[in-house]
């Protein structure tokens, strides 16, 4: 059996990685593969892009550098992880994919969006989520949640809260675009709430390899 491929998508501080796990965690009791992953990073190659991405030491770097480091990182994940996993029938949970580069190098950086899409291409081979979630919420509310987790920030999170902005209007005018592949979820509300929008979202493409009900 195809596996599934779900991607959770927000800016920084939307709770997303708390989700994916909370998503993990029911499929996993029921039986099922699953598989976690996130971007950048996801192998041992993608990791090392990581750091130097996230690494506030690494200010110099220039926005189109920055958005092909990215699409290299996501090259090996999806050749060594993501399609492989797919393949073996997993349903693999990914924190973030291309609607990161799209949102953060695009609407954030101003980079041509269709610039971002052909860089990508090749390195996804075409490849898209079955579904990807993305979790609305305020930036500046994600950054409080940051800054109160005690945690040093990223190069990323140590942006303007203008930049944080532009990518949450960002994530919602690519949902726009193809409305039947994402579902867009308040994250504004308690984690059991967001959970249970969560569930029923997965529930829609999981519903070949489910059965019953997986809502909460």
Same mark, same amino acid.
């Given at each position: 059996?195809?596996?599934?491929?779900?991607?959770?998508?927000?800016?920084?501080?939307?709770?997303?990685?708390?989700?994916?796990?909370?998503?993990?965690?029911?499929?996993?009791?029921?039986?099922?593969?699953?598989?976690?992953?996130?971007?950048?990073?996801?192998?041992?190659?993608?990791?090392?892009?990581?750091?130097?991405?996230?690494?506030?030491?690494?200010?110099?770097?220039?926005?189109?550098?920055?958005? +092909? $480091?990215?699409?290299?990182?996501?090259? &090996?994940?999806?050749?060594?992880? *993501?399609?492989? =996993? %797919?393949? !073996?029938?997993?349903?693999?949970?990914?924190?973030? +994919? $291309?609607?990161?580069?799209?949102?953060? &190098?695009?609407?954030?950086?101003? *980079?041509?969006? =269709? %610039?971002? !899409?052909?860089?990508?291409?090749?390195?996804?081979?075409? $490849?898209?989520?079955?579904?990807?979630?993305?979790?609305?919420?305020?930036?500046?509310?994600?950054?409080?949640?940051?800054?109160?987790?005690?945690?040093?920030?990223?190069?990323?999170?140590?942006?303007?809260?203008?930049?944080?902005?532009?990518?949450?209007?960002?994530?919602?005018?690519?949902?726009?675009?193809?409305?039947?592949?994402?579902?867009?979820?308040?994250?504004?509300?308690?984690?059991?709430?967001?959970?249970?929008?969560?569930?029923?979202?997965?529930?829609?493409?999981?519903?070949?390899?489910?059965?019953?009900?997986?809502?909460?």
């Amino acid at each position: 059996m195809k596996g599934k491929f779900i991607v959770l998508e927000g800016i920084d501080g939307s709770g997303k990685t708390t989700q994916l796990k909370l998503l993990g965690a029911k499929l996993t009791d029921r039986g099922l593969p699953v598989l976690y992953t996130r971007e950048p990073g996801g192998t041992r190659i993608g990791e090392k892009i990581r750091e130097i991405l996230l690494n506030p030491e690494y200010s110099e770097l220039v926005p189109r550098a920055e958005a +092909f $480091l990215y699409a290299a990182a996501r090259a &090996q994940h999806v050749a060594q992880v *993501i399609l492989p =996993s %797919l393949a !073996e029938g997993k349903i693999v949970l990914c924190d973030r +994919f $291309l609607d990161s580069s799209l949102a953060y &190098q695009g609407f954030g950086r101003g *980079i041509d969006i =269709s %610039l971002l !899409e052909r860089i990508n291409e090749p390195a996804t081979g075409g $490849l898209l989520p079955d579904l990807t979630i993305i979790f609305d919420f305020c930036a500046e509310g994600g950054m409080d949640r940051i800054n109160q987790s005690g945690r040093s920030t990223d190069r990323i999170e140590r942006e303007k809260e203008e930049f944080h902005q532009k990518v949450s209007m960002g994530y919602l005018a690519l949902a726009g675009r193809d409305p039947a592949r994402y579902r867009v979820i308040d994250a504004n509300r308690p984690v059991d709430q967001v959970h249970r929008d969560v569930m029923t979202a997965a529930e829609g493409v999981l519903h070949e390899i489910i059965t019953g009900d997986i809502r909460a």
